[in-house]
Every structure is written in C-alpha cells, then in structure tokens.
C-alpha cells in the first residue's frame, strides 16, 4: 500500500483548514498485484461538511474505476474507525487523518473488513 506523497501532503493541509469540521473525500488510485498506490482525490458533490460529522451518499460518486476508497478526518484526534466507519466502508480502503493531521504518524490506512494496513510514502 503507497501513498502519493504530495497527495497525502494535501489531504494534511485540506484537513488543517478545515478543522474542527470533518472532511469526507474519495480517493483514487492504482491497485495492481502487491498494494494500492493512492494518487489523488475528490470531494463528492453531495458531502456536507459539518462540526463532528460528514453526511456522504454514495451513489452520487460519478462512475469511476480508479475509485479504491475514502478518506476523512477525526477533529477528536482519535485515529481509529469508530463504529458508524466501519458500516460506511466504500471500496476498498478507509484512510483516517486524525488532529493534528502534523504528519504521516497522524495518517491510518485500513482495509475493507478495518484491519490496519501498514502504508509507505513514495
Ligand atoms: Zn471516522
């Protein structure tokens, strides 16, 4: 599993600005035989943004194949899938940025069934 560096960079800086609200994304990317290589995102046109939450409809994401999952925020700092994360999993991995989105150490990756996957920075 690998990150677009610049990307991952934005999606740090997109959650700063937008703390304490939630940010909600879909992120695109490669899958071939060993990982997923995540290159950039998009915000779905229906997200509303909001202080604690993030209200996504997934069938509004345009028909895309180079969809592989979402991203969102914890404001709370917390960098685990809560409950409500788990029943909401979109494709197939779920990254979490977590306050104070510093640094890679406040980035989590997770697959579909929520197992931490471990990730690098290319
Ligand atoms: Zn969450």
Partial sequence: MYFDRDTLLSLLAYARDMHPREIFLVIRGRRFKDGILVEDFLLPTSTILGEGFAVFNPYTIPIDFKIIGTVHSHPS????????????????????????????????????????LKFEVI
């Fill in 77 to 116: 700092g917390v960098l685990k899938p809560s409950i409500d994360d788990y029943n909401h999993m979109y494709g197939f991995i779920m990254v979490i940025i977590a306050y104070p989105y510093a640094s890679i150490s406040d980035v989590a990756v997770f697959d579909a069934k929520g197992e931490p």
